[in-house]
């Protein structure tokens, strides 16, 4: 299962060259986003974790944490909306008794998440791990909704994020990135 992580580490901090194999293309970074580090240390403490939390909500609502990224100009890996389903989503299957494996499996990824929201400086990179339990609980909120209107509207809403981020991805954003 961690072949690709391997060989991900041979590219970028051993040979400095895009390899392929078994269809799948290992690509060299351009510039490391392993600059992250803990917030903690150097006599920093519970201030220091705050402040990132804060910085850390920034990120995931604005997606910018300083390098270049494919995605709508303005939008993170949630939007706000998104982030009060995952919330109460959370909330639902927490309460919920009995749980399915794979309600549990989802808690886990979320509560594995809370280390890196917490302690390491915000970037996508790290962030993105949020984004399975995160629509899995949007999606668990909406399907929770008592009205048929709105499980609708939210459903419409997330579609539509997600398909002018679609559309921006193979069109305008796409040639702009390929223009340099």
Same mark, same amino acid.
């Given at each position: ?122 970037? %996508?990179?790290?962030?993105?791990? /949020?984004? #399975?339990?995160? +629509?899995? =609980?949007?999606?668990? !909120?909406?399907?929770? *909704?008592?009205?048929? %209107?709105?499980?609708?509207?939210? /459903?419409? #809403?997330?579609? +539509?994020? =997600?398909?002018?981020? !679609?559309?921006?991805? *193979? ?10």
């Amino acid at each position: 299962m961690t072949w690709p992580l391997a060989l991900f580490l041979w590219v970028n901090y051993v040979s400095h060259h895009q390899l392929h194999v078994l269809g799948l293309t290992i690509t060299r970074l351009a510039a490391s986003r392993g600059a992250s580090q803990f917030v903690v240390g150097h006599g920093h403490g519970l201030g220091a974790v705050i402040k990132n939390l804060g910085q850390t909500v920034v990120v995931l609502f604005s997606g910018y944490d300083g390098y270049l990224k494919s995605g709508l100009p303005g939008f993170g890996i949630l939007t706000p909306v998104m982030l009060v389903l995952v919330v109460v989503g959370a909330l639902l299957v927490f309460k919920q008794k009995p749980r399915t494996d794979f309600d549990a499996l989802m808690l886990m990824m979320l509560g594995a998440n809370l280390p890196t929201v917490l302690l390491i400086s915000p970037n %996508n990179t790290h962030l993105n791990a /949020l984004t #399975v339990p995160a +629509l899995y =609980f949007a999606g668990m !909120a909406l399907a929770k *909704l008592p009205r048929v %209107n709105w499980r609708v509207a939210g /459903l419409a #809403v997330i579609v +539509l994020i =997600f398909g002018v981020y !679609a559309y921006t991805y *193979l069109g305008p954003a796409h040639t702009a990135l390929a223009a340099g």
